[in-house]
């Protein structure tokens, strides 16, 4: 099959191939997710305010999403890798089916909730009024979102890594062209304000989901998903779901411990819930750029795992672990050298670029230690093993940050919240090595 060279080319040149593209594509989406919130920090602060808090939802809809596209990925990858053409077929075919239903669960759902969820974090009314203003447009898109997400995760588990580099940058791109004609109006184009942003991050989504149609149609055939497909299959469903409910689970746990640590800075500032937003908007850059090199190196481990290539995995898993202490080490210099530069994209208020500043420099002390615990639960849902990258994760984003958090913020003030990322960060490495390790020998 043409999905041979997974277990053929050499190590190096064969994850950059198939990182490079995903790379690519993820700091496209960073850099579209800075400028909207470039353009909706001209509104006002208090739209910014409101995008920080609509933030964890969205990071919610997004980790089922992409969480069970990774249950729809290594599926994929394990059946090409062991010859079993017919079971990648209904892994594909199962896997949008379910994914487009869960979309319209979430739009549902998260609409219906918004308005309890924002009282919980903010008292302001125009704050609550925006960021409702702007969910509500936002989350009618989940079912596109999720759809969209799960034709990625097919073409990156056949190895058409550029397909899916194609598509997200076409989106990408119509979503920051279309930010401030949409936001602040142009032409025929009536100024929506925050309601604009949500239109055009929805209609860039709906283009790239478009654009991934147009490859399956119209290009060779790798993987096929047709309606005959659809009869379940328990072996396939229980793989899929194994590392799909653990890669979600994964993927929003970061939803969670922002809400926690919302709650826990309100109480210093509601100036510090915004320096978290801008915070986590900046180390999306970083951050997801490491992730389109776990997003390559899936697909390797399933496929030579499938075919018993085990020496090749751990190479693998080496070469991008090596890639990632590169990316994480050009964050941090990046974090001392201009922050101010960097905080001051998203406001104007000196106090704030100040905090965040602070904020910055502390918690990007963690980013090149953190790249061993993202590595390693990347090469575990790779592997299958999604229950194993899940506790890496819940070390991560719950069990040692939230005390650590609470514990530094009783001594050190808000500064606490901040120290509690880097001290999390270096404990977290130190278990994944173990998990990790322990799997794989």
């Given at each position: 099959?043409?999905?041979?060279f997974?277990?053929?080319?050499?190590i190096?040149?064969?994850?950059?191939?198939?990182?490079?593209?995903?790379?690519?594509?993820?700091?496209v989406n960073?850099?579209?997710?800075?400028?909207?919130?470039?353009?909706?920090?001209?509104?006002?602060?208090?739209?910014?305010?409101?995008?920080?808090l609509?933030?964890?939802?969205?990071?919610?809809?997004?980790?089922?999403?992409?969480?069970?596209?990774?249950?729809?990925?290594?599926c994929?990858?394990?059946?090409?890798g062991?010859?079993?053409?017919?079971?990648?077929?209904?892994?594909?075919?199962?896997?949008?089916?379910?994914?487009?239903?869960?979309?319209?669960?979430?739009?549902?759902?998260?609409?219906?909730?918004?308005?309890?969820?924002?009282?919980?974090?903010?008292?302001?009314?125009?704050?609550?009024?925006?960021?409702?203003?702007?969910?509500?447009?936002?989350?009618?898109?989940?079912?596109?979102?999720?759809?969209?997400?799960?034709?990625?995760?097919?073409?990156?588990?056949?190895?058409?890594?550029?397909?899916s580099?194609?598509?997200?940058?076409?989106?990408?791109?119509?979503?920051?062209?279309?930010?401030?004609?949409?936001?602040?109006?142009a032409g025929f184009?009536?100024?929506?304000?925050?309601?604009?942003?949500a239109?055009?991050?929805?209609?860039?989504?709906?283009?790239?989901?478009?654009?991934?149609?147009?490859?399956?149609?119209?290009?060779?055939?790798?993987?096929?998903?047709?309606?005959?497909?659809?009869?379940l299959?328990?072996?396939?469903?229980?793989?899929?779901?194994?590392?799909?409910?653990?890669?979600?689970?994964?993927?929003?746990?970061?939803?969670?411990?922002?809400?926690?640590?919302?709650?826990?800075?309100?109480?210093f500032?509601?100036?510090?819930?915004?320096?978290?937003?801008?915070?986590?908007?900046?180390?999306?850059?970083?951050?997801?750029?490491?992730?389109?090199i776990?997003?390559?190196?899936?697909?390797?481990?399933?496929?030579?795992?499938?075919?018993?290539?085990?020496?090749?995995?751990?190479?693998?898993?080496?070469?991008?672990?090596?890639?990632?202490?590169g990316?994480?080490?050009?964050?941090?210099?990046?974090?001392?050298?201009?922050?101010?530069?960097l905080?001051?994209?998203?406001?104007?208020?000196?106090?704030?670029?100040?905090?965040?500043?602070?904020?910055?420099?502390?918690?990007?002390?963690?980013?090149?230690v953190?790249s061993?615990?993202?590595?390693?639960?990347?090469?575990?849902?790779?592997?299958?093993?999604?229950?194993?990258?899940?506790?890496?994760?819940?070390?991560r984003?719950?069990?040692?940050?939230?005390?650590?958090?609470?514990?530094?913020?009783?001594?050190?003030?808000?500064?606490?919240?901040?120290?509690?990322?880097?001290f999390?960060?270096?404990?977290?490495?130190?278990?994944?090595?173990?998990?990790?390790?322990?799997?794989?020998?």
């Open positions: 099959m043409e999905q041979t997974m277990k053929e080319k050499k190096l040149p064969l994850v950059i191939s198939m990182s490079l593209p995903m790379v690519i594509s993820m700091a960073s850099l579209y997710n800075i400028i909207d919130s470039y353009f909706v920090a001209k509104i006002s602060e208090n739209a910014m305010t409101a995008l920080a609509v933030f964890p939802i969205q990071n919610f809809i997004n980790a089922i999403a992409i969480g069970f596209g990774i249950g729809i990925n290594a994929i990858a394990f059946y090409l062991a010859g079993d053409r017919a079971r990648a077929d209904k892994a594909a075919s199962l896997g949008t089916a379910l994914s487009f239903f869960q979309g319209v669960i979430l739009m549902v759902l998260c609409i219906a909730g918004m308005p309890l969820f924002l009282k919980k974090f903010s008292q302001d009314g125009e704050t609550i009024s925006l960021a409702l203003v702007y969910s509500n447009k936002a989350f009618l898109f989940s079912p596109v979102i999720a759809l969209g997400l799960s034709f990625e995760k097919i073409f990156q588990a056949t190895g058409k890594m550029k397909v580099m194609f598509s997200m940058l076409c989106g990408c791109i119509l979503n920051i062209i279309l930010d401030p004609l949409m936001i602040f109006g184009l009536p100024p929506m304000g925050i309601a604009g942003a239109y055009a991050t929805g209609t860039g989504q709906c283009f790239t989901l478009l654009v991934y149609l147009l490859f399956y149609a119209l290009g060779p055939e790798t993987v096929k998903i047709s309606p005959k497909h659809l009869h299959d328990q072996a396939v469903l229980k793989k899929m779901y194994a590392v799909g409910i653990s890669a979600t689970l994964n993927l929003a746990l970061p939803s969670l411990l922002i809400s926690v640590l919302n709650g826990l800075l309100a109480s500032s509601e100036k510090y819930v915004l320096v978290l937003g801008v915070y986590y908007k900046l180390q999306t850059f970083i951050y997801l750029t490491a992730n389109g776990i997003q390559g190196i899936r697909p390797l481990m399933g496929y030579n795992l499938g075919a018993g290539e085990h020496g090749r995995v751990k190479k693998i898993y080496r070469t991008a672990l090596a890639m990632n202490m990316i994480m080490l050009l964050g941090t210099v990046l974090s001392w050298l201009m922050p101010g530069q905080i001051g994209l998203f406001t104007d208020n000196a106090e704030t670029i100040q905090m965040g500043i602070t904020a910055l420099h502390i918690i990007s002390l963690g980013f090149v953190s061993v615990s993202i590595t390693c639960s990347g090469a575990l849902e790779g592997l299958g093993k999604g229950y194993q990258s899940l506790l890496i994760s819940l070390l984003y719950v069990a040692i940050i939230v005390p650590a958090a609470y514990f530094f913020s009783r001594f050190l003030g808000a500064d606490g919240v901040w120290y509690g990322f880097s999390t960060e270096l404990l977290s490495a130190f278990f994944s090595l173990r998990i990790y390790r322990k799997e794989l020998h």
